[in-house]
Structures are given as structure tokens and as C-alpha cells.
């Protein structure tokens, strides 16, 4: 009869998988600032002008001036890039196991059975 050597596991606690999460969260932001900035550099100017977004965004879509439609194009290039980005990432945990902070911090996800 072989023994079979079962490695040792050791629970994570919630601080370390809080800060994996962190860490993911700004990869993400990063990627999709950086790829706004590439393909429609317009976006975060529009964004750093805009004055009262949520009072425009709640307003008749009729009564929108020129700038505030300039602006709800910007929000949804910036929605755009961010959904992609977040399908990659999640495209990047079910493949490879783990996301990029649980790559950092050394996180193994496991099964205990």
C-alpha cells in the first residue's frame, strides 16, 4: 500500500484575499485608464471638464446641449473599455486559476476534498 503525501493547507483569511481584491481593482482601472487614453484620448478630458454629471444624466434626453451628449459618449466609451477589461480579467481567472492579485500575493484557491 503507497502513502499518498497530502501538502499542508492553511486557510487565508479575509485581509489577504480583501487586499487580492485591491489589487485586481486597480489593475483593472489601470488597464482600462490606459487604454481609454490610447484609443479615445477625448474621454477623460470630456470627463475633467464636466461639471455636474449626474444632474445632466437624469435630465430629458431632448433637452441635452451638444457638450452633455459629447459627455454621455464619453461615459459610454469609458463603460465600453471597462466591460472589456473585466472580461478579460475574468477570462484570465477561469483559465489560468487565479487573478493577478492572487498571482501577487502567492494565492492558491483550492478545494479541501
Given at each position: ?45 470630456i ?13 430629458p ?14 461615459i459610454?466609451a ?15 481567472e ?11 500575493l ?5 478545494d479541501?476534498?
Open positions: 500500500m503507497t502513502a499518498s503525501i497530502v501538502p499542508e493547507t492553511k486557510r487565508i483569511g479575509f485581509s489577504q484575499r480583501a487586499l487580492a481584491y485591491i489589487i485586481d481593482n486597480f489593475f483593472i482601472s489601470l488597464v482600462a485608464i490606459l487604454l481609454i487614453n490610447f484609443f479615445s484620448p477625448d474621454t477623460l478630458r470627463f475633467s471638464q464636466s461639471q455636474d454629471i449626474m444632474k445632466m444624466l437624469l435630465s434626453p431632448d433637452s441635452l446641449s451638444g457638450n452633455q451628449k459629447e459627455i454621455i459618449q464619453a459610454a469609458f463603460n465600453s473599455y471597462l466591460s472589456a477589461v473585466s472580461i478579460l480579467y475574468m477570462l484570465t477561469a483559465y489560468s486559476g487565479a487573478s493577478p492579485g492572487k498571482r501577487l502567492s494565492l492558491q484557491i483550492t479541501l476534498n
